[in-house]
C-alpha cells in the first residue's frame, strides 16, 4: 500500500438516531455521547465510540461532468453502550439523516465529524438502522490540504489509504470496525463502475443512466471500500480455484496496458502459489483495476486497484503478489491499531521474496540479507521502527524494506516448518478480525516453542542496524556498534544482488510514495 499523509485530525462522522420505544426507555440525561474516536493511538479521532457496524448499504448517483455524487448510505448497527448522540465520519454536506426511520438532528464539521443526536437516549444493545441521505462535490473537500478523492478526466477514484470513506460514504472509520457490503452507483450509458466483492450486474434506467451493483459478503474494513468510475474494459472469468474473476483497465493506460494486462491477468497464478504459504484464500471475489491517477498502489478487499506507472517498464508481478499477499495481512487479518502496521506491510513485502524464489529470481534469504547489506549501519533507513513507526511513518519505506528483513528473522529464528505452519495458523484463526504484533508474536511462540523476543526486539523496535543479517542467527550480539555486531561481520557477508531487486524496489518505490 501507499503512503497517503494520514488526516491529522482524522475524518469522523457520527449518527445517531432513536425510535419512539427507545425514546420511552431512556432518562434523559443519564447517557452521553459517543466518543469521537475508536481509540487509535495514531489516530485518536479515528472511528467512533459506542456502536457496533454490521453492514453498509451504498447506493448512490454519480455525474462525471460535475462530480455530483448523491444518494443515501443505509448503516445497520448495534449501540454498545448508551448513547445520547454519536458520529459518524463522513465530509460531504447532508441532507438528512434517519435513526430507526425517525428523523435526527446532525451537524457537520470541516473536520469530517459528523455529529447525530436523536431525541432521546439509545439503550445498549439498541439495533439502529441508520440512513443518511446527501449531495455534494467530494473534490471540494479537504483535510489539511489533503483530500482522498481523485477526480479523473471520464470520473473517479475513490481509493487511499488510511481514510478514504468520508469522502464518499458515512461510517465508522477504522479497521477495527468491519462490516458486509452493498455498493450500487448509477452513472451516465457507457460509464463503467468497479467496486469490491462479488458483481451482482447492472441495470438500465429511463433516463440514459445505468446502476452498476457490487456485494462484498465478507467484513471489510471501510479503507478497504473502493470505488474506480470512468472508461474501462472490464473482464469476467472464473479462477481456476472458484472465485469471480474481475479484472479492469482504464482506457487512459496507453503504452503502459499491454504489461498492465499481463501482470494483472495472472493474479489467480498468484493467488494459487500464495496458498501454499498462507492458507486458503479468504474471499469469494478476485482481481484488480489499474487506473493512471492513483499515484500508488492499495489492496482494495477482493480488488486491489494499481496506478499504471507500475507497468511503465514493462509487465510487474510483484506489485500483484504484493497486493494480493494483503488479501491476508491486513484485508482478512487487520491491524487492531495502525501502530500494527507490520502486519500488513511486512508480510505483503515479504510475499514479494516468496515469488522472487518461485520465479527464479532470487531466494527469500537472498532478497532479504542482500537488502540488509545495502543499508549502512548511520543510513537513517534504520532509525524508523516497523513495530512502532509513529503516526507519520507508517508507510515509511522501512516499514515495507525493514519490515520484510523482519518476517525473514523470524522465519530464520524458528526454522521453515514452524514459520508456514504459524502463517497458516494466523491466518485462519484471525480470519476476518483484527490482531496486534503482540497476538502473532504470542501465536509465532505458541507454534514454535521459541522465544521471539530478542529477534523482535531488535527488528522492529531498535532503532539501530541490526547486528547481522536476518538470515543469520546473531539477535544476541544485540545492534551494530557492540561487539560482534555486523557492522563488520555483514560488511564481510556481501550477498549478490538477485535478479528481482531492481523491480522490487521500483515497486516499493511507489508504495511508499506519497501523492
Do not use: C
Not at 474473476?245 to 489467480?268: I, K, N
Amino acid at each position: 500500500m501507499s503512503l497517503t499523509v494520514p488526516l491529522r485530525g482524522k475524518l469522523v462522522t457520527g449518527v445517531a438516531l432513536a425510535s419512539s420505544l427507545l425514546l420511552l426507555g431512556g432518562v434523559a440525561g443519564a447517557a452521553a455521547p459517543g466518543a469521537p474516536g475508536i481509540g487509535d493511538p495514531y489516530f485518536p479521532r479515528a472511528g467512533n465510540g459506542g456502536y457496533d457496524v454490521s453492514h453498509y448499504d451504498v447506493r448512490l448517483r454519480y455525474e462525471p461532468g460535475t462530480d455530483r455524487l448523491s444518494g443515501t448510505t443505509t448503516v445497520l448497527a448495534r449501540t454498545t453502550e448508551e448513547l445520547s448522540a454519536f458520529n459518524l465520519d463522513f465530509l460531504l454536506d447532508v441532507t438528512s439523516v434517519r435513526v430507526n426511520n425517525r428523523v435526527a438532528a446532525h451537524s457537520g464539521a470541516p473536520d469530517g465529524e459528523l455529529t447525530v443526536t436523536p431525541g432521546g437516549v439509545l439503550p445498549a444493545g439498541t439495533e439502529l438502522t441508520i440512513v443518511v441521505a446527501y449531495s455534494d462535490v467530494p473534490s471540494r473537500h479537504a483535510v489539511d490540504g489533503f483530500t482522498g478523492w481523485k477526480r479523473t478526466p471520464d470520473g473517479a477514484l475513490a481509493i487511499d489509504q488510511p481514510d478514504i470513506a468520508p469522502w464518499w460514504f458515512p461510517s465508522n472509520n477504522h479497521p477495527r470496525d468491519k462490516a458486509t457490503f452493498d455498493v450500487s452507483v448509477a452513472v451516465p450509458d457507457g460509464v463503467e463502475v468497479l467496486s469490491n466483492g462479488l458483481y451482482q450486474g447492472t441495470v438500465k434506467q429511463i433516463d440514459g443512466w445505468t446502476r452498476w451493483r457490487w456485494r462484498e459478503l465478507e467484513p471489510q474494513a471501510t479503507y478497504l471500500a473502493f470505488v474506480a468510475i470512468g472508461q474501462f474494459e472490464v473482464r469476467h472469468s472464473l479462477a481456476p480455484s472458484g472465485q469471480a474473476s474481475v479484472t479492469a483497465y482504464s482506457e487512459r493506460l496507453g503504452a503502459d496496458g499491454p504489461a498492465a494486462r499481463a501482470s494483472v491477468e495472472r493474479t489467480p497464478e498468484v493467488v494459487e502459489f500464495l496458498e501454499g504459504s498462507f492458507g486458503p484464500y479468504p474471499f469469494t471475489g478476485v482481481g484488480g483495476v489499474v487506473a493512471p491517477g492513483i499515484g500508488f498502489a492499495l489492496e482494495n478487499q477482493t480488488r486491489p486497484t494499481y496506478d499504471s506507472a507500475f507497468f511503465r517498464r514493462g509487465a510487474n508481478t510483484y506489485v500483484v503478489a504484493h497486493e494480493i499477499a494483503h488479501q491476508w495481512f491486513g484485508d482478512s487479518v487487520s491491524v487492531r491499531g495502525w501502530r500494527d502496521i507490520w502486519l500488513n506491510e511486512g508480510f505483503a513485502s515479504y510475499a514479494e521474496f516468496l515469488w522472487s524464489e518461485h520465479t527464479g529470481e532470487g531466494t527469500a534469504a537472498e532478497n532479504a540479507d542482500h537488502l540488509y547489506g545495502l543499508h549502512p549501519a548511520d543510513d537513517p533507513f534504520w532509525t524508523v521502527l516497523p513495530g512502532e513507526p509513529g503516526a507519520g511513518a507508517i508507510f515509511d519505506g522501512a516499514v515495507y524494506d525493514r519490515g520484510a528483513m523482519a518476517v525473514h528473522a523470524v522465519r530464520t529464528a524458528v526454522g521453515d516448518e514452524a514459520f508456514f505452519a504459524v502463517l497458516k495458523r494466523w491466518t485462519a484463526q484471525e480470519r476476518f478480525g483484527d490482531a496486534t504484533i503482540e497476538d502473532f508474536q504470542a501465536l509465532a511462540e505458541s507454534v514454535s516453542g521459541v522465544d521471539l523476543d530478542e529477534v523482535l526486539r531488535v527488528w522492529l523496535f531498535t532503532p539501530a542496524k541490526p547486528a547481522a543479517g536476518p538470515g543469520h542467527w546473531g539477535y544476541a550480539a544485540d545492534v551494530a556498534g557492540t561487539a560482534g555486531t555486523a557492522g563488520s561481520a555483514g560488511a564481510a557477508r556481501v550477498v549478490a544482488e538477485p535478479k528481482s531487486r531492481q523491480k522490487i524496489a521500483e515497486t516499493h518505490a511507489l508504495l511508499s510514495r506519497g501523492e
